[in-house]
C-alpha cells in the first residue's frame, strides 16, 4: 500500500461546477497537509494547506482533513477553465525543514 | 513571493555521460534544499535533503554515488547525474526551505532530462 493514494483521474466537470478532490493515506504521523496545483512542464504552486484535522477557506477554495479517517479534500466552488491542471496533495509529518510526501495527483479538466 | 530558478529547463545527454542541474533561490537565502524526481503520470519521489555546508541526506533506494548533491551556498544546490542512463530521464524538481515552516517552501519549475 503507498503512502499516499489519488485518483490520477481525468476529471471533466462543466464550468462553473463543485469539484471534489481528495486523497487518502496511511501514515498516522502526518500532521501537515497542502495541495499544490501543476501545469504541464512546471514546478507544483502551493494552493492550501492546514494543520492536522479541520476545514479551511481560501476563496473558491476549501480544504478538509479528516485525521480519524486519514482522508483529505480539496473543494473547488465556481470552477473556471483556468482551473484545469493537475492538483497534488502532498503531506509531512515535520515542519518546512522535512520533504514532503505527495499523491499522484489527480489532471482537473474544467469545460467551457 | 519567493522564487526558485532551475537550469537548464530542459537538457539531452548520451548515455553514460554525466548532467548537472542547477537550483538557486533567487531572493532569498534557503538554509534546506530538496530533490524531486517526478516520472511521467507518477507522483513527485523525494530523492534527498540538502543542507548547505553539510552532506545531503538520501531517501532510501537512491544512490547517492549516482545522483551527486552539493549544497555550496544558502542560494544554490545542484544535482548531478553521473553516469545517465535512459532510466534516468525524468523530471527533476527542486525545493528551497526559507525557514522552518513548512510552508515557506517553495518550488522551482523542474528540469527536463532525457537521456538517450
Known amino acids: 500500500q503507498k503512502e499516499v493514494e489519488q485518483d490520477p483521474g481525468p476529471l471533466s466537470v462543466p464550468e462553473g461546477a463543485i469539484v471534489s478532490l481528495n486523497c487518502t493515506y496511511s501514515?498516522?504521523?502526518?500532521?501537515?497537509f497542502m495541495w499544490y496545483r501543476q501545469y504541464s512542464r512546471k514546478g507544483p504552486e502551493l494552493l492550501m494547506y492546514?494543520?492536522?484535522?479541520g476545514n479551511k477557506e481560501d476563496g473558491r477554495f476549501t480544504a478538509q482533513v479528516d485525521k480519524s479517517s486519514k482522508y483529505i479534500s480539496l473543494f473547488i466552488r465556481d470552477s473556471q477553465p483556468s482551473d484545469s491542471a493537475t492538483y497534488l496533495c502532498?503531506?509531512?509529518?515535520?515542519?518546512?525543514?522535512?520533504?514532503?510526501?505527495f499523491g499522484k495527483g489527480t489532471h482537473l479538466i474544467i469545460q467551457p | 513571493g519567493a522564487v526558485v530558478s532551475q537550469h537548464p529547463s530542459w537538457v539531452i545527454c548520451k548515455s553514460g555521460t554525466s548532467v548537472k542541474i542547477e537550483c538557486r533561490s533567487l531572493?532569498?537565502?534557503?538554509?534546506?534544499m530538496f530533490w524531486y524526481r517526478q516520472f511521467p503520470k507518477q507522483s513527485l519521489m523525494l530523492m534527498a535533503t540538502?543542507?548547505?555546508?553539510?552532506?545531503?541526506?538520501?531517501e532510501q533506494g537512491v544512490e547517492k554515488d549516482k545522483f551527486l548533491i552539493n549544497h555550496a551556498s544558502l542560494t544554490l544546490s545542484t544535482l548531478t547525474v553521473t553516469s545517465a542512463h535512459p532510466e534516468d530521464s525524468s523530471f527533476y524538481i527542486c525545493?528551497?526551505?526559507?525557514?522552518?515552516?513548512?510552508?515557506?517552501?517553495?518550488f522551482g519549475p523542474g528540469t527536463r532530462l532525457t537521456v538517450t
Open positions: 525545493s528551497a526551505s526559507l525557514g522552518p515552516a513548512w510552508e515557506e517552501q517553495y
Open positions: 501514515n498516522s504521523a502526518f500532521q501537515y
Open positions: 492546514t494543520y492536522s484535522s
Open positions: 502532498a503531506m509531512s509529518s515535520g515542519g518546512g525543514a522535512d520533504g514532503l510526501t
Open positions: 531572493d532569498f537565502q534557503a538554509t534546506t
Open positions: 540538502s543542507n548547505e555546508g553539510s552532506k545531503a541526506t538520501y
